[in-house]
Structure formats: C-alpha cells, structure tokens
C-alpha cells in the first residue's frame, strides 16, 4: 500500500486515485486508455456520441488497453439507447452526473458495473448514496464545463459528512498533486480531473483550444448560463463554466436579451466552439503550463501527491 493507494483504487480496480473525468466529444480512446495504461480511470464522454460512435469507442479502448476504464452519461440528456449499450458492453465503470440514477444504478450493477456519480451538493450526495452509487464524486464550481455553486474545498468535507461508509472523490480545480494531496486531506479518496486532461496531446481540442488554456489564467473565467440558454439546453441547477471571450463578454451581463436572441447568437456561438474561441474549461487552466502526454501527466499528479502526503499519511488512512 502507497500513501496513495486508497480503497477507492481497490474497488475500481486501479493503482492511483487519479481518473480522467468523461468529457463528452473531449475524450478519445487514445487518452482513456492511456490514462488507465498509467494505472488511473478512463472514462469515455457519452454525450453527444451515437449508440453506434459510442459501441466503437468503447471497442477502440478495448484494443488499447486491459485495464478498467469507464463511460460517462449526463442523466438529464439521457440517450436510452446509448446507455443500453454501456450496459450491454459490460464495461467496469459508469459514471454518471445530473440527476438521480436508482434503476440505472440498479441494472448497472446487475451488469456487474461499479457507478461513479458526481454531484454538487451535500443533499444530492445523500440521495445518490442511497441509489446505490459505489463512489461518490464532489464537483466544486471552479470545474470546467456545467457545475453547480458550491466550492471544492467546502463542498468536499460536507459530502463526506453525509455519505458516511461511500467513497468520495474530489473535482473541480485539480491540476496537479498539490490539489490531489489537498482534497485527499479534506476526505476525499482520489480525484476526478478534466480541465488539466484537455491539455494532452490525446484530448479531442477544438481549433486552438488547447493554445487558448495554456494562455489563460484562473481569474479569466466564467460561469454563466450563457452556453445552455443560447443552446437551448435545459440543465437544472448548473452553470456551465468557461474561458472568457469576446463573445461571452459582449452578452454576459445581457442574459433577457441572449435568452431572447437565442436563434440568432446559436451559430456564432457553434462557431467559436468549433475555431477553439469559446472553450468550456475551468479556474485549474491557471495552473496548466505544458501539454503534457495523459499517461505522463497520470504518474506526474500521482508522484507529487505521494511525496506530499508521505510526509503526513498514517497507514491506516488517517493523518496526524
Ligand atoms: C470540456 C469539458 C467537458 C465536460 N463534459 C462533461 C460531461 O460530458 N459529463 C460530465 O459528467 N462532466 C463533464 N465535465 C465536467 C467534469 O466531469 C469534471 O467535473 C470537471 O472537469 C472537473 O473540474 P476541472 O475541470 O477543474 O478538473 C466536463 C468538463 C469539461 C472541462
């Protein structure tokens, strides 16, 4: 047992508590396999992807690696039929997020599939324990992408509080092993990472969005309803949080009018999506620097953490 090594690994069947959050089309098969080759999770983006992409991706990571990995699905964008096949597939992990997952949970587990589910806040935490979520995630509001208004460093110890015996992992502002050690401190079994996984030369970029997080620091960014209003996607409780740019700054403060002029602002907005101009990531940009191979990254966020925590870590898992 490494200080690292923590019984979330056990269950999910990995060497260290670092995993690679699903981001939609972001993910590739290269970076979840190389992820899990490290000794982290994969975990594949469902949204947004066929039942047919879906089957293929899972069937690439399959050819690239023997090791666990997992598919991602947003329960308020449920797509049935893709669902059907992660649990068709039989795959080690789903990770879901955005609402409640009893039945889901339940044939997951029929299936012999361990659930990850990530919440926002305590309340929900609570209700997932009881769904019979195997792993908890905690995603503060610093994350990339849709998150709720609760910060990591608060919302963590909370969950922990209410989920009694479930692991929790931590998201939302983790980049390297200074956040892992520190939301291993707070409770946490592990972390779940996004932002900081884009930046590898594996993730799916857009135009120069890669470019674009290298660039940005942690104060340039911004969480706003801006993306699902304009989008038309209804994603209760969530906020969907994003490099600052010029078209974001132009309509931020003017939400009846974007709401208004949904139609209208859609295709500037799939077009700066697609150039790399808006680019959904989180504060954590501040601290990439490097594009960094994912397997590489993996071992770099684990070693540091390790180094951090020997200094502190009782074997049993306590600190003192
Ligand atoms: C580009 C991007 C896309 C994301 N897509 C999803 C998704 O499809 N499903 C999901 O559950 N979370 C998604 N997330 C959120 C992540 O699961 C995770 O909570 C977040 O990235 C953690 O914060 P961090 O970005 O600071 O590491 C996405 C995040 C980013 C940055």
């Known amino acids: 047992m490494t200080a690292l090594h923590t019984p979330t690994c056990d269950l999910l069947g990995i060497d260290v508590p670092v995993l690679q959050a699903g ?6 098969p290269e970076l979840v396999a190389a992820v899990s080759n490290a000794g982290g999770l994969g975990i594949i983006g469902g949204l947004g992807r066929s039942p047919d992409e879906l089957r293929a991706e899972i069937r690439k990571v399959r050819e690239l690696t023997s090791r666990p990995f997992g598919v991602n699905h947003v329960m308020c964008r449920l797509d049935p039929t893709a669902v059907q096949v992660t649990l068709a597939q039989r795959v080690p992990v789903l990770s879901l997020a955005w609402g409640r997952s009893e039945e889901l949970t339940y044939q997951a587990h029929e299936a012999g599939i361990k659930v990850i ?5 305590a309340e929900e935490a609570g ?4 769904d019979g979520a195997d792993v908890i995630v905690a995603q503060g509001t610093e994350g990339g992408g849709h998150v709720g208004m609760m910060s990591t460093l608060s919302l963590v110890p909370q969950v922990v509080d209410v989920v009694g015996a479930v692991p929790v992992l931590a998201a939302g502002g983790i980049a390297d092993g200074r956040g892992l050690a520190a939301v291993m401190m707070l409770g946490a079994q592990g972390a779940l990472i ?7 030369p594996e993730a799916h970029g857009r135009g ?3 470019d674009v997080i290298l660039n940005a620091l942690g104060s340039q960014t911004l969480a706003s309803r801006f993306f699902d209003d304009v989008t038309k996607q209804v994603w209760p409780g969530a906020t969907v949080r994003s490099i600052k740019s010029p078209l974001l700054e132009e309509w931020a403060e003017r939400q009846q009018e974007w709401a208004l002029a949904a139609e209208q602002l859609r295709p500037s907005l799939e077009a700066a999506l697609a150039a790399g101009d808006f680019v959904l990531a ?3 940009a501040g601290l990439v620097h490097d594009i960094v191979p994912a397997g590489e990254l993996v071992s770099r966020i684990a070693h540091q953490a390790k180094e951090l925590l020997n200094m502190r870590r009782n074997p049993d898992g306590s600190f003192s």
């Open 23 to 28: 981001m939609s089309t972001y993910t590739s």
């Open 117 to 121: 589910h990530q919440v926002v806040t």
């Open 127 to 130: 209700l997932v324990a009881s």
């Open 194 to 200: 996004g932002t900081r996984f884009l930046a590898t």
């Open 208 to 210: 120069h969005s890669k």
């Open 282 to 284: 989180g504060e954590s």
